[in-house]
């Protein structure tokens, strides 16, 4: 049989150690589900949702005005495809739209039949635009008024 006298001081330590771990796990599993209810948001803002669905759908889908030739060029505007009746089938929806650009220059200017309401959201974009086979490719700035 091994002697008792030489785990005195091992148990007491392994004691203190055991009580200080199970003091901090408590301490953790106590804060942990405040501190994670705090960065959970159950309220979600839809507000401008639509209207980034419908401006992004504007931009990027090749029904609308992004440039295609074979390939979509998502970002990529087609200046051909800027008339009133292609942006009311795209859209489905009261709208303005105005292509400048970089010097400020308003090149196509096209909006709904009905008025646009006063709480229109509005957003300017950073755009790439060309006409026809894309030979050139310019950048200006898309007004979108939803």
């Known amino acids: 049989m091994r002697s008792k006298r030489g785990q005195g001081p091992f148990l007491k330590v392994a004691s203190v150690m055991f009580t200080v771990g199970m003091l901090i796990f408590s301490v953790f599993m106590i804060i942990e ?6 960065y959970v948001t159950t ?3 839809i507000d401008h949702l ?3 669905v419908l401006s992004t759908r504007l931009v990027n889908a090749p029904e609308c005005l ?3 030739a074979g390939q979509v060029h998502t970002g990529l505007l087609d200046l051909d495809k800027f008339d009133s009746d292609r942006i009311d089938a795209c859209l489905e929806n009261v709208f303005e739209i105005k292509l400048s650009d970089d010097a400020g220059i308003v090149l196509k200017d096209i ?4 008025e646009i309401s006063s709480d229109a ?19 200006g700035i898309l007004e979108v008024s939803l």
Do not use: H
Not at 33 to 38: E, G, K, L, W
Not at 111 to 114: A, F, I, L, R, V
Not at 122 to 138: H, M, N, P, W
């Open 33 to 38: 589900p405040v501190m994670s209810n705090s």
């Open 43 to 45: 309220d979600f803002a």
């Open 50 to 52: 639509e209207y980034d």
């Open 66 to 68: 992004a440039y295609d």
């Open 111 to 114: 909006s709904s039949d009905t």
């Open 121 to 139: 959201i509005t957003s300017k974009f950073l755009v790439r635009y060309c006409k026809g086979e894309c030979a050139v490719i310019q950048s």
